[in-house]
C-alpha cells in the first residue's frame, strides 16, 4: 500500500531521544574503522589502506563495535553513516552512537543516509562547506528532527531495505560485469584489425602536413555564442567522435592568432596533457572549431593516409602505450609535438586503411549501443533503489503487507 504522509502510528522526535552518545577511548591493536559513503561501516583493511593518511598518535581516537551506529560528521550528508560490521578505532570526526531504548540501528542508519543524500541534512547545518556539511558539534547533530515507526516495523522496514537492495545491487553488478566484458571485446576487436599489418613501423611525421598545438588565453573569448572551442575534455577516451558540452568563443575582429588551428574535416586530435591516450578525428559541427593549447592539431597528407585509420590505430593497445610513454618510453606527464611526430604507424595501402576503418566504425558502434543501454539500465535501477529506500523510510509504502 502506498500513503502519502507518514502512518499516524509514526512520532516525531530527535537524534538526541533516539540515539545516545558513546565515548569510549580508543584500545591498543586494533584496526582502523571508516565510515564510507555507501553506508558500509567496516575495518579499512576489509577493503584497502592505500591513499588514506593515518596517523601516529590516533589522538582522539575511539573504540567501535560491531553493532554501533556510525555517523561521518562531515560526510554523512552523502551517505556515511551506517552500522559497523567489526571492532576497531574510529577518528574523532565521527558520533559513535547506540539506540536509547529499542529503536533499530539499521534503521535509523538508512533514515539519516536518506536524509543526508536527499539534502536535508544541509538545511540543518550551520556550516556548510564545499564539499561537507558540519556536524562535528553534537549538540547541532542531536536536534536534527526525524519521524520513526514503531520499533517492530522499523525492523521490518531494515529487513526489506536489505533484501530488496541487496536484489538490485546484484542486478547492478551484473551488468556493470557486463560493461566490463563488451569494452574488452570492443578493445579486442580494435586490436585485431591491426594486428594483420605487422608491427607499426613509419614515423607519422611522414605523413604530417601540418601540426601544432592551440594558442593560450582563449578564456577571455568565452560567449554563450560564437565558434565551438575544443577543450581537453572534448576528446572522447575509447572512440574518435568529438562530445562533451560545448564551449563557444567569440573572437574580436583583431584577434587573429586562433586563425592558424581552426580546424578543418578530418584533421587529427590528440591530447597532450592529462588524458594522454585521447585521440579524436574532426567532423561534423566541430569543423570551423577552435583549439585550446593542451590539444595538439594533426593535419595529415589525405591522399597516401586516413586520418580515422590513424586514429583507431592510436586506440590499439600498442597505440595507447605509445601515447602513455611518450613515444619513448619515459614517464612524462605531458605529450611534446615531436612525440606527435615520433608515433610509430602501421603501413597499408590508403584503400585498406579506409576499409579498416569503416568496419571499425560500424562494429564499434554496435558495442557502444549496447553498453549505452546497459548504463540506462544502471542509472534506472540506481533511481528505483534510491526511491524505494525513500519509499520505505517515510512510510510511504507498508512493507508488513509484502513480507
Given amino acids: 500500500m502506498i500513503t502519502t504522509t507518514p502512518p499516524p502510528d509514526w512520532r516525531e522526535t530527535t537524534v538526541r531521544r533516539v540515539l545516545r552518545l558513546l565515548d569510549r577511548p580508543a584500545r591498543s591493536g586494533l584496526g582502523v574503522i571508516t565510515a564510507y559513503r555507501d553506508g558500509t561501516v567496516t575495518l579499512r583493511s576489509n577493503r584497502r ?3 588514506y593518511t593515518f596517523s601516529d598518535t590516533e589522538n582522539g581516537y575511539q573504540e567501535i563495535r560491531p553493532g554501533d551506529l556510525v555517523f561521518h560528521a562531515l560526510d554523512g550528508f552523502a551517505g556515511a553513516v551506517g552500522v559497523s560490521d567489526s571492532h576497531g578505532n574510529g577518528s574523532p570526526v565521527y558520533h559513535v552512537c547506540e539506540s536509547v531504548v529499542d529503536d533499530d540501528p539499521a534503521y535509523l542508519a538508512r533514515l539519516l543516509r536518506h536524509l543526508g543524500t536527499s539534502g536535508f541534512l544541509a538545511t540543518q547545518a550551520p556550516n556548510v562547506r564545499e564539499r561537507s556539511v558540519d556536524f562535528r558539534n553534537w549538540s547541532t547533530f542531536a536536534r536534527i528532527p ?11 522496514i531494515a529487513y526489506y531495505l536489505d533484501r ?13 560485469r557486463l560493461i566490463e566484458m563488451l569494452r574488452e571485446r570492443r578493445q579486442a576487436i580494435i586490436d585485431v584489425a591491426f594486428s594483420v599489418l605487422g608491427e607499426p613501423c613509419v614515423q607519422l611525421r611522414r605523413y604530417t602536413r601540418f601540426l601544432t598545438s592551440g594558442s593560450r588565453g582563449w578564456a577571455d573569448y568565452y560567449a554563450d555564442e560564437g565558434e565551438r572551442f575544443v577543450r581537453i575534455g ?13 564551449q563557444f568563443v567569440d573572437l574580436p575582429a583583431n584577434v587573429t592568432e586562433g586563425s592558424r588551428t581552426m580546424l578543418e574535416a578530418g584533421d587529427l586530435l590528440f591530447s597532450i596533457t592529462a588524458y594522454l591516450g585521447s585521440v579524436a ?14 590539444v595538439a592539431l594533426c593535419r595529415l597528407e589525405s591522399e597516401h593516409v586516413d586520418s580515422k585509420f590513424i586514429g583507431w590505430f592510436m586506440l590499439t593497445t600498442t597505440g595507447q602505450d605509445q601515447l602513455k610513454e611518450g613515444a619513448a618510453g619515459g614517464a ?3 605529450l611534446a609535438l615531436d612525440d606527435i611526430r615520433g608515433l610509430r604507424v602501421p603501413l597499408a595501402p590508403v584503400n585498406q586503411q579506409r576499409s579498416i576503418a569503416a568496419s571499425l566504425d560500424e562494429q564499434t558502434a554496435k558495442i557502444d549501443t549496447l553498453i549505452e543501454e546497459t548504463e540506462r539500465f544502471i542509472e534506472l535501477s540506481r533511481e528505483r533503489r534510491s526511491a524505494l529506500i525513500t519509499a520505505a523510510v517515510t512510510g510511504q509504502i507498508d512493507v508488513r503487507e509484502g513480507a
Avoid: C, F
Fill in 234 to 246: 572534448n576528446l572522447p577516451r575509447a572512440s574518435l567522435d568529438l562530445r562533451g558540452d560545448v
Fill in 281 to 294: 578525428v574532426v567532423g561534423g559541427d566541430w569543423v570551423g572549431a577552435y583549439v585550446s593549447q593542451h
Fill in 49 to 51: 589502506e592505500d591513499g
Fill in 146 to 156: 526525524l519521524v520513526l515507526p514503531p520499533a517492530d516495523e522499523q525492523r521490518a
Fill in 332 to 334: 612524462k606527464m605531458q
Fill in 164 to 176: 530488496e537492495t541487496a536484489h538490485i545491487d546484484t542486478l547492478i553488478e551484473e551488468q556493470q
